[in-house]
């Protein structure tokens, strides 16, 4: 598991865990947020109908993210399924609890510990790609991969019953979201955007803790997309991971790149170790760290 291995590892700063991430709104005196009590889950409101929902005693230390309309709601991943079932539910108890808008699920990406909920929604959205729309079939069934998920072998196969398309407005109903491509920490990785709240939530991409690649090539495409990244934002956002504490101070993102340009100097030296019995590179700048597996 990633956070058992950085923990062991003393690679990653302590997880503030307990910490709220709120945000105000400019439409909090319009919207009454619900207040959930859970032995799992810590649910906090950031404004603006988008609700961050923290899973601090799992192993991954998974955030989870809902953001509302007014004719749908939507999904940013599903847990790590490690909970107790309540109601039938792992995850979907405590929406039910938020909203009773249809909601629509889109993953961050596809590796196990963002999945593990997934056959709780009724409805799911992939990002438009190309190289996902190839491998859909005629009955819109998608099949997993091992190099998908990484670990396990759950879920199998899904139904998409919706794309959504690349930095173009989807309207949920006076809540207006853009998806972003992020790839780096895998292929089909996205984040999402929400320009009128100033909210990115990025996955896996960059979060509170070390960041893991698959591949050395991984490097340079890390870079072409914090680039793109840098183009999109500005320090009036805030940046929102899927693990650990989920507020990332901004200046990360710079960080980021300068550890990337670090790396790609020869200047970061790195340290060889077995991780999960594969070969990898650990490298560490100022206070972030970053893990690459290495090909046999």
Same mark, same amino acid.
């Given at each position: 598991?990633?956070?058992? $291995?950085? +923990? ?7 997880? #503030? ?13 319009? =919207? ?8 799992? $889950? ?11 929902? /923290? /899973?601090?005693?799992? #192993?991954?230390?998974?955030? #989870? =993210? ?26 979907? =108890?405590? +929406? ?26 009724e409805r799911i959205a992939f990002p438009d ?9 005629? /009955?819109?069934?998608?099949? $997993? ?43 089909? #990785?996205?984040?999402?955007? +929400? ?41 009036? =956002? ?59």
């Amino acid at each position: 598991m990633k956070y058992n $291995f950085l +923990i062991s590892a003393g690679l990653v700063v302590s997880l #503030s865990l307990l910490v709220s991430c709120h945000k105000e709104g400019s439409n909090q005196q319009e =919207y009454e947020p619900v207040i959930i009590v859970s032995d799992w $889950f810590k649910v906090s409101y950031l404004g603006d109908r988008i609700y961050c929902i /923290e /899973e601090p005693k799992s #192993s991954q230390g998974n955030v #989870s =993210y809902l953001i509302l309309g007014d004719d749908r709601a939507l999904m940013f991943d599903t847990g790590c399924g490690e909970n107790e079932v309540k109601g039938n539910y792992k995850i979907k =108890y405590i +929406i039910d609890k938020i909203t009773t808008l249809p909601v629509t699920l889109i993953q961050s990406h596809f590796h196990f510990d963002h999945n593990q909920n997934i056959h709780e929604f009724e409805r799911i959205a992939f990002p438009d790609l190309p190289e996902l729309r190839e491998r859909v079939s005629p /009955e819109s069934q998608f099949q $997993f991969t091992q190099a998908d998920l990484f670990e396990g072998n759950y879920p199998s196969e899904i139904i998409v019953d919706e794309w959504f398309p690349l930095e173009t407005d989807i309207d949920l109903g006076g809540q207006v979201i853009q998806l972003v491509h992020v790839p780096g920490h895998s292929d089909e #990785s996205v984040a999402i955007m +929400i320009p009128s709240s100033g909210i990115m939530l990025l996955g896996d991409f960059l979060y509170n803790g070390a960041l893991f690649l698959f591949r050395n090539d991984d490097l340079a495409v890390y870079q072409q997309t914090v680039d793109h990244l840098n183009s999109l934002l500005n320090s009036e =956002y805030s940046l929102f991971g899927a693990h650990g504490d989920p507020e990332i101070e901004f200046g990360q993102l710079q960080k980021l790149d300068d550890f990337l340009s670090c790396i790609e100097e020869g200047i970061c030296p790195y340290t060889e170790r077995s991780v999960w019995g594969r070969p990898a590179h650990i490298y560490n700048f100022q206070d972030m760290h970053m893990l690459v597996f290495q090909q046999d």
